[in-house]
Structure formats: structure tokens, C-alpha cells
């Protein structure tokens, strides 16, 4: 009898899981191009404001991938989800979205933005040519923090990608891109 009360109570909490971030993503995947590539513009602009090291690399970058609101919910099981803008020379090049699965210790939802700057002409060319991208597999992609943003200047950029999280709000304790993937969408 208890075995049968905890599958079903852990079955509840991965339809809570499911139904929560459903319901949350539902809202963020209806975006159309033109809200998408404003959206982008503006997150942007606000990741410059708050990290004037991000603004440096963006002038070396081949392209940059900017995700302005990823969602992330999680009961037991959680996941991700967000629709982004690849821009090459200032100029909209593609739509992608960004997925997520996780299991674990975590509660809670939050919502975040997170940009990154494609180096490299082989990172570029990964991103077109992937059926999509697992951030951790592929080009090395190095996550930006405060103690990396210290030790970065334009002149040390080295790895093929870098990667910028911010403008988060939300409770949940860890925040991280590994194991992300990003894929190209239509829009």
C-alpha cells in the first residue's frame, strides 16, 4: 500500500510539473517575428546596460543568439522553454527556441533572458548546419559570470561562444544552460 501511494503521489507531482510549465510556456511560444526581433533588441540593450564586457564581445561576435524570456518550471521534474533571434551583422537571420528537461531537487518557476555571442565561424556554421544544438556538446560554450567577466576583455576571447544569463526573476535555486538545446523554428 505505500509503494502504491508514493507512485501515485510522484505521478501527481510530474502532471503538476507538466501542467504548470505547460500552461506557462503556452504564453511564451505565440510570439511572431516582429515581437520576437523587438523583444530581442531590448534585451540586448539591457544586458549592455548591466554588462558593458558583453557590449565589447558583441563587437567581435559572427552572431548572437539572444533568448529574451526563457521559462522555467519545475515540481520533481522541470523544464525550459523560449523562443529566440540569431542576428548576423545587425541583421535577423533566424528564430530558434531554446528546451530544457530536468529532474531532481527543485521546486518552483522563474523566467530569465540569456544571449549568446558566436565567435567563431565553426560555431555558426554548427548552429545552421545542426538538426539543433545541445549547449555542452558541439562548440565550446563558456557561461559568463561575474568572476569571468572580470578576467574577460575582447583581446582574451579564446572559445567559440559565450554566454550571458540575466534579467532573472522567479524563485528557483540553480540556474543553468548546460543541456539546453536550441533548434531553428519558423516564423
Known sequence: MNNAR?????????????????????????????????????????????NPVAEDISKKAKAVLVFPNIVKAGLVFGGSYGEGVLTKSSQFAGYYNSVSASWGWQAG?????????????????????????????????????????KNLSSSTLKDDAYAFIFDQKGLMASLSIEGTKISRIKR
Do not use: C
Open 109 to 149: 518557476a522563474e523566467s530569465y533572458a540569456y544571449v549568446v555571442f558566436l565567435m567563431s565561424d565553426k560555431a555558426v556554421k554548427y548552429l545552421d548546419k545542426s538538426k539543433g544544438w545541445e549547449i555542452g556538446v558541439g562548440p565550446t560554450v563558456v557561461v559568463v559570470n561575474e568572476g569571468v567577466a
Open 6 to 50: 508514493r507512485t501515485l503521489h510522484n505521478l501527481l507531482l510530474v502532471a503538476a510539473a507538466t501542467l504548470s510549465l505547460g500552461l506557462i510556456s503556452g504564453s511564451v511560444n505565440a510570439a511572431t517575428a516582429e515581437d520576437l526581433n523587438k523583444d530581442a533588441a531590448q534585451a540586448l540593450q539591457t544586458l549592455y546596460k548591466s
